[in-house]
């Protein structure tokens, strides 16, 4: 196991006018690891993601990244060229939405392959290779390579956008709900899934959700959010069994038993 | 035997002459004069000047003859001429508080000092074919009575003195003006080009977004300030004499729309506003214009921007008459060279297709067999 | 009311032509980067030549020798208006014969005939970007040219090959300049882009409408984007020209009856004049002669 965080989150807080999106975050994220961000809506998680991942600029704070070369940067240091490279590259966004994180009128197929195309990738044959042993990996049939994204039903296209996103090998993914949305059994495939890729490829994950039990399932460590504030946090499975705050303890007893 | 066309030359040259011919029609009809056309179709002459932004009555009535009564075709040409004067400068802000009015009307207030003044409107006209038009019968002169001569204050004003409205809108200080036809077009644009762009845009384009903005398309809730029309005095700055010179009065339309209010806990509710301002008299250029400036502001009062007219690009790369009428008339051009290259193609591709199609049958036949 | 202007030489005044000439040298120096220019109206309508026009009227000069073609032909009205425009304006010499044209302007051909040294081609395009279908967004588009990402470009490419078994595209066939700048040819037919790679001549690009002028300095490498499992064609003729025999050249067809019958021809028709002059009979002649 690697002796250097992967991620640095320093005091990162984002404030609209009077009103407080986040507030005073600061935690590492280790290669491998996998931290839930738990939180109902409104408590601040997905714009803590957004700013984490650079798609919206903190008011104060920094997050210092380590390069694949062993340099820790600066992210809002960063030139706008190198972030859109590091996002393309070295880092997955997987949307709550699918159609976010897609192209819904290119095939699955195209879907895939456009981060290789993007780095310089120039067989059509080795890329739709590619593209369709990733299709097997998320679970789609090799041959829907050629379908769009708009004739896939909800949990395909949440597969279709994992498999984007972890085509060029990333190191961290973020995750935004990633089962929002989706049937419950199609939920429990999908995470079995993501459980499964996070563990074979020993990616970092950053996964944000309203939802215990997939913190449960997925998450090494997690984080309590409430009003824009981390008010819990430590490994998970501690803090699902034993929460020390009241919030988190309301949030615990409020899944149903079944 | 094939003989490779030619005489474009002269196809072109007889073009010209029958054009020439059909534009002067009947001759035993007198010919429209340039002063009948300012005088009598002066609505047509401004739709032109306007969107030629070149303000010259006789010379748009001359493109107006020229174009035989196309309006796009006659605000090219006006375009076109406009192109090769030279500039001298800018001149200094049209005082329009100061127009002479011969037009005034509010919504937002049932009167106010100045009054509403009707002027020479359609509005409230029965839209009636009017047989006595067929022929020269005589028309009453107008009833005039003396200009009062003072200031007319503007509605903004009157909202401006509570602090209602927004300010009038302020660009840096060391902000130059641009101009749109002198730069190339870049996005983002400043307002100040965005509204060059409207003033000279096509006036149903503008209309009809307009028209998209009160159904719903990017609503602002508008009401109409002010309209005035009139004229006011253009001012030059010479740095010799050390004071302005006035070159003379415009005829312009001025629209000022109030919109939908903005405002939070910490900056109190104030109303917003759209702005249009044409040569000549125009209002429904004047007021089309408001409502898409309003809209293409969506971004700067922090709206959503959710609508065509709210989308700069979109609308200002799409306002210009000359510039869609070129790009959709120029596919009467020949295409023929890349028309050739797809028919290649749709051909190869068809060929292949039935190519497969009868391998897959002998596949079946043989498998039959 | 005011005395109409009288027109300066290729009717741009001075200081525009400076500005022109100005974006031209900016081109050049960025080989397939599109440069904003301040464009102008101009007597002939947007998406008619204009932007040709401008570079032409900026850069010739007294002693320039123009020659306009339209399809490939001198003789096509627009070709002929143009002509026409520059022969009022600027008084120059013109020509039909492409090698004793210092100017060659054009619309969607090169010519057949390899360019020299001291020439100039201008052409005349209508959209100059070439990602504009994919993105219709200019601040997109802007971005990703900077930041030189080009994948969706490749993306289209790959579409094309997973629906149609092949590469779809067949005139504005996108080309890689000088290993950084992914740039539109204007609508050529993909059969002329071999000729842009490495030319002697300097190859300028002019939109009117869409304000941008951009270029290819001579030798410079421009290569057509493709796989390397599925690289770059250029569309073949079945037979020769049927005037004069011409082989490895771009052909127009020619409807000649209701009845199917159809000959293929030069496209290029000074090419073909030539060749002509020269004693080369092709099918239909050929035929002719014999009866």
């Known amino acids: 196991m690697s002796t250097t965080p992967l991620l640095k989150v320093k005091d990162i807080s984002k404030f609209y006018g009077g009103r407080t999106g986040c507030r005073d975050v600061s935690f590492e994220l280790w290669p491998g690891e996998v931290l839930a961000i738990v939180g109902e809506s409104g408590s601040g998680k997905t714009t803590l993601l957004n700013c984490i991942s650079t798609r919206l600029l903190p008011t104060t704070g920094s997050v210092e990244y380590h390069m694949r070369d062993g340099v820790y940067r600066d992210l809002f240091r960063m030139n706008e060229a190198e972030r859109r490279f590091l996002m393309r590259t070295d880092w997955g966004f997987v949307h709550q939405n699918p159609a976010d994180g897609l192209r819904m009128t290119v095939s699955a197929g195209a879907n895939v392959g456009e981060r290789l195309m993007a780095v310089g990738n120039r067989h059509y044959g080795n890329i739709r290779e590619t593209a369709i042993d990733w299709l097997g990996r998320v679970e789609i049939d090799a041959d829907r390579v050629d379908d769009q994204p708009r004739a896939f039903s909800g949990g395909m296209r949440q597969r279709l956008q994992i498999a984007r996103n972890l085509v060029t090998g990333p190191r961290l993914v973020f995750m935004d709900e990633p089962t929002g949305g989706l049937d419950v059994s199609v939920q429990a495939r999908l995470l079995d899934l993501v459980r499964g890729l996070v563990h074979d490829l020993g990616l970092s994950a950053i996964i944000v959700t309203h939802d215990l039990a997939v913190a449960r399932l997925l998450s090494h460590r997690m984080m309590v959010m409430k009003d824009g504030q981390v008010i819990e946090q430590g490994l998970t499975d501690r803090v699902l069994d034993d929460p020390r705050e009241p919030y988190t303890q309301l949030l615990v007893s409020s899944i149903l038993q079944v | ?369 | 009311m005011s005395e109409l202007a009288t027109y300066n030489f290729a009717y741009l005044d001075e200081q525009t032509k400076r500005m022109i000439r100005r974006a031209i040298l900016k081109a050049i120096a960025i080989p397939g980067y599109q440069v904003p220019f301040a464009s102008r109206e101009m007597p002939m309508p947007y998406g008619w030549g204009t932007g040709g026009v401008q570079i032409t009227a900026a850069i010739i000069g007294p002693k320039d020798v123009l020659k306009v073609i339209d399809q490939g032909a001198d003789d096509t009205t627009n070709a002929v208006s143009i002509r026409a425009f520059f022969q009022k304006v600027a008084n120059v010499a013109v020509t039909t014969h492409t090698a004793d044209a210092t100017i060659i302007q054009t619309r969607h051909r090169i010519p057949e005939a390899k360019l020299k040294e001291n020439q100039v081609l201008v052409y005349q395009v209508p959209i100059p970007e070439p990602l504009r279908f994919l993105e219709p967004r200019e601040t997109e588009t802007r971005k990703m040219h900077a930041l030189e990402e080009y994948g969706l470009m490749h993306v289209k490419l790959y579409e094309d090959i997973a629906r149609n078994g092949r590469i779809a595209t067949t005139y504005a066939y996108p080309v890689k300049v000088a290993g950084r700048y992914v740039m539109d040819p204007s609508p050529t037919p993909k059969f002329d882009n071999p000729k842009m790679h490495l030319s002697d001549a300097l190859q300028l690009f002019g939109a009117g409408r869409e304000k941008r002028i951009y270029a290819v300095p001579p030798y410079t490498e421009v290569v057509s984007l493709d796989f390397e499992d599925h690289p770059f064609e250029v569309q073949r003729f079945d037979k020769p020209c049927a005037l004069c025999g011409a082989e490895e050249v771009y052909l127009d067809e020619v409807i000649l009856d209701d009845k199917g019958g159809r000959m293929f021809v030069c496209s290029d028709t000074d090419h073909c004049e030539d060749r002509r002059a020269h004693g080369h009979v092709g099918a239909m002649l050929a035929t002719e002669a014999a009866e």
């Open chain 2, 1 to 369: 035997m094939y003989v490779a066309v030619k005489g474009g030359e002269a196809a072109i040259s007889n073009a010209h002459r029958l054009l020439a011919d059909r534009r002067r029609g009947d001759r035993s009809l007198p010919a429209i004069g340039i002063d009948q056309i300012v005088a009598q179709l002066t609505l047509a002459v401004d739709r032109v000047m306007a969107e030629a932004s070149l303000y010259d009555r006789a010379l748009a009535a001359l493109a107006v003859r020229q174009s035989r009564g196309d309006m796009i075709e006659a605000i090219f040409l006006l375009r076109a001429y406009r192109t090769t004067l030279p500039r001298f400068g800018y001149s200094r802000p049209l005082d329009t508080a100061a127009m002479k009015i011969e037009r005034r009307v509010s919504a937002t207030y049932k009167d106010l000092p100045g009054g509403q003044l009707l002027g020479p409107t359609f509005d409230y006209t029965h839209r009636l074919l009017d047989p006595s038009l067929l022929t020269d019968a005589p028309v009453e002169e107008a009833m005039l009575r003396p200009a009062e001569g003072e200031r007319v204050m503007r509605v903004s004003e009157i909202l401006a003195e509570e602090g209602l409205i927004e300010g009038d809108g302020e660009l840096p200080l060391d902000h130059e003006i641009g101009d749109l036809t002198r730069e190339p077009m870049e996005f983002p644009m400043a307002r100040d080009l965005r509204l060059q762009a409207l003033a000279r845009g096509d006036e149903g384009f503008l209309l009809a977004l307009g028209y998209s903005t009160q159904r719903g398309y990017g609503r602002s809730h508008p009401f109409t300030g002010e309209i005035r029309i009139g004229e006011v005095e253009v001012e030059l700055d010479v740095a010799e004499l050390g004071f302005a010179v006035s070159l003379g009065p415009i005829q312009v339309t001025e629209c000022q729309m109030v919109n939908q209010f903005k405002g939070s806990a910490k900056a109190p509710p104030q109303f917003t506003r759209g702005y249009g301002l044409v040569f000549g008299q125009s209002e429904r250029k004047a007021m089309s214009m408001s409502l898409v400036d309003r809209a293409l502001r969506a971004g700067e009062l922090g709206e959503d921007i959710t609508a065509p007219a709210q989308d700069e690009e979109f609308v200002i790369s799409h306002s210009d008459s000359v510039q869609s009428t070129g790009f959709v008339e120029h596919l009467k051009l020949p295409h023929y060279v890349d028309f050739q290259a797809e028919l290649d193609l749709v051909r190869r591709m068809r060929r292949d297709y039935e190519a497969g199609r009868d391998a897959g049958n002998d596949a079946i036949t043989e498998a039959a067999e």
